[in-house]
T-cell receptor, first 108, second 117 residues
Framework: QKEVEQNSGPLSVPEGAIASLNCTYS??????FFWYRQYSGKSPELIMF????GDKEDGRFTAQLNKASQYVSLLIRDSQPSDSATYLC????????FGAGTRLTVKP | GAVVSQHPSWVICKSGTSVKIECRSL??????MFWYRQFPKQSLMLMAT?????????EQGVEKDKFLINHASLTLSTLTVTSAHPEDSSFYIC?????????????FGPGTRLTVT
């Protein structure tokens, strides 16, 4: 069965710190990887996507992909209380498969 | 970015009645739309995938006769929960993937919170 695994957390970091969110996936054939943020009671919103091995940076967010290890991560620099949310890792193979999400709390 | 709307945003209905939820892509044509359900503190669960003009593909364990999906146009898909029961109370979210778009990301609607009393 194709799976996407995330540590459910909660992950708590102080304001200004780097938050590191991790995700592993089971299907080596996966090509596209996504990070979504979901606030409580809201639907997910796309933060960024990555296709190639290595790092991809967008503002305070950096996605890292290692296809050999089947691992994708999201780093949030200078974390803010407004970053407190559940972060969903998603992997595309035909349709989008989501991890269970990691709950992040950024404490002022 | 792409915009997906859902209507209604919330609905309360009595057990045994049917509820229709609409999902629209506002600024792009969505060849594929997805319907998810999310229970409190749980992850998104894919219910079905619909392609414009064809029958929806349901995930294992999802009753196709209970959750009717219609994707009649490139901008509209509907989910009808028939004979709803309290256990159907959940957050229903649609997402859409466009045609002719270079990247495969999906954009989510704001969700519909269904409460069945």
């Amino acid at each position: 069965q194709k799976e996407v695994e995330q540590n459910s957390g909660p992950l708590s970091v102080p304001e200004g710190a780097i938050a590191s969110l991790n995700c592993t996936y089971s299907d080596r054939g996966s090509q596209s990887f996504f990070w979504y943020r979901q606030y409580s009671g809201k639907s997910p919103e796309l933060i960024m996507f990555i296709y190639s091995n290595g790092d991809k940076e967008d503002g305070r967010f950096t996605a890292q992909l290692n296809k050999a290890s089947q691992y994708v991560s999201l780093l949030i620099r200078d974390s803010q209380p407004s970053d407190s949310a559940t972060y969903l890792c998603a992997v595309l193979w035909g349709d989008m498969r989501f991890g269970a999400g990691t709950r992040l709390t950024v404490k002022p | 970015g792409a915009v997906v709307s859902q209507h209604p945003s919330w609905v309360i209905c009595k057990s045994g009645t049917s509820v229709k939820i609409e999902c629209r892509s506002l600024d792009f044509q969505a060849t594929t739309m997805f319907w998810y359900r999310q229970f409190p503190k749980q992850s998104l669960m894919l219910m079905a995938t619909s392609n414009e003009g064809s029958k929806a593909t349901y995930e294992q364990g999802v009753e196709k006769d209970k959750f009717l999906i219609n994707h009649a146009s490139l901008t509209l898909s509907t989910l009808t929960v028939t004979s709803a029961h309290p256990e159907d109370s959940s957050f229903y979210i649609c997402s859409a993937r466009g045609s002719g778009r270079a990247s495969p990301e999906q954009y989510f609607g704001p969700g519909t919170r269904l409460t069945v009393t």
